[in-house]
């Protein structure tokens, strides 16, 4: 059984959500594969998952910056 959650949007929240809804399902004894697109430098909220081996993090390696801020060629990078 999986599940799959998207977080997206404006504004605040989206990681924090997620984070506390990914620690909730481990409590739950399932499993968590936890991704993150256009982020790539380490946050302490994530370095935590380190230390908890039923989460795996998977990240960008380039960092992209705001949407908002990105140029047209950035965003028609991400969209190849």
């Known amino acids: ?3 799959l959650h998207i977080y ?3 504004g605040k929240g989206k990681t924090t959500s997620a984070i ?3 620690i909730r ?3 739950s004894g399932m ?3 936890f991704v993150q697109f256009m982020k790539s430098s380490l946050t302490s909220e994530l370095a935590v998952f380190s230390r908890i081996p039923e989460i795996t993090v998977m990240r960008s390696e380039k960092k992209y910056g705001f ?3 990105m140029s047209e060629t950035q965003k028609c990078e991400l969209a190849s």
């Open 67 to 69: 949407y908002k801020d």
């Open 25 to 27: 399902a481990v409590g």
């Open 8 to 10: 997206c949007g404006d």
């Open 1 to 3: 059984m999986g599940i």
């Open 20 to 22: 506390g809804l990914a």
């Open 31 to 33: 499993k968590v594969c």
